[in-house]
């Protein structure tokens, strides 16, 4: 297959584990791992590259869950020729490789309000496909417009109202990697913007598992979203609520446990596998279902194939 390939500038690498770049630090291999050394580099090896070749935007892994048969794509997974922050006016434009913390900090360094990000793991690129969002803050609230490079290779520039977010969803067109994303920020102070920053940081280290190995939520919460993503917290049902009324906070299975500090956060505590976390994790959905009716949605995503048995 590699006779196939355009040579990339970056670096492509074939059957490579993926475990190594998930937060949860489970996963089997990629067919390939691609990371290119800058859009152009992208751009030329997605064109040329065999129609029946399936292509993965990957992020920092800090949502997601490769099962342990690994994937059969090309992953692209981008660097530093992908996490420049730019200031202009009231934008920020960032790589879609930027850590959403980092965003966040060096908007409210030019007194612009993007401290929503500064708790969100992860990268722009991947915010942008989730609409990420906490504190009642969207990504759908601020972003103006994403580069993308399509399948086929192609450089485009797509409005935010073309990418329908809604809550923790958007939609890209397949196979498309986006590569940076243009937000229209709020006006700050800066001395306020941080000082926001650091009691959301310690609110989120008081009351979630940061130091264990996660992925964040695992499940959305069951109702009270809007279709524009944003939500109204004071009448929202909260997965943690449910997942502890079934009982399951605390629970195992294997290497996997649902967290005793926050029970909407599958981690793994030690030898895990892809299969366990995501069986613990249906076992959950059905524990819910069977307690109060409620059907919890995976906002963890899965991917790739179960391991050969």
């Given amino acids: 297959m590699t006779q196939t390939f355009p040579t990339p500038r970056g670096t492509l690498t074939p059957n490579r584990t993926l475990s190594d770049l998930t937060w949860l630090r489970v996963g089997g291999p990629a067919d390939w791992l691609f990371q290119p050394a800058d859009a152009e580099d992208l751009a030329a090896l997605l064109a040329g590259l065999p129609a029946d070749v399936a292509v993965f935007p990957m992020g920092v892994g800090s949502n997601l869950i490769v099962r342990d048969g690994g994937i059969r794509a090309l992953v692209v997974r981008l660097g530093r020729g992908f996490n420049g922050i730019e200031i202009a006016g009231d934008r920020v434009i960032a790589g879609a490789a930027a850590l959403d913390a980092h965003v966040a900090r060096k908007a409210a360094e030019a007194g612009l309000d993007l401290t929503f990000l500064r708790t969100i793991p992860g990268s722009i690129g991947g915010a942008v496909r989730m609409n990420a969002g906490c504190y009642g803050h969207y990504v759908a609230d601020v972003l ?103 009982g399951m906070r605390g629970a195992r299975l294997g290497g996997a446990q649902m967290s005793e500090m926050h029970s909407n956060f599958l981690i793994n505590a030690g030898g895990a596998t892809a299969a366990d976390l995501e069986n613990l994790g249906e076992e959950v959905r059905k524990r819910v279902f069977q307690n109060s009716g409620i059907t919890l949605e995976w906002e963890i995503m899965r991917v790739g194939e179960p391991a050969a048995k």
Avoid: C
């Avoid at 937000?183 to 280290?205: H, I, T």
């Avoid at 992925?215 to 502890?244: C, M, Q, Y």
């Fill in 144 to 246: 103006e417009e994403i580069q993308i490079i399509t399948r086929a290779g192609q450089t485009e520039t797509l409005p935010a109202a073309a990418l329908n977010l809604r809550y923790r969803q958007s939609d890209l067109p397949e196979g498309a990697v986006v590569t940076r994303a243009t937000f229209r920020a709020p006006k700050g102070d800066p001395a306020v913007l941080e000082a926001r920053m650091a009691d959301q940081l310690a609110k989120r280290d008081a009351s979630q598992p940061t130091r264990d190995r996660s992925a964040g939520s695992t499940f959305r919460n069951p109702v009270g979203h809007s279709s524009t993503g944003r939500a109204d917290d004071s009448h929202e049902l909260k997965a943690w609520k449910v997942i502890d009324d079934a």
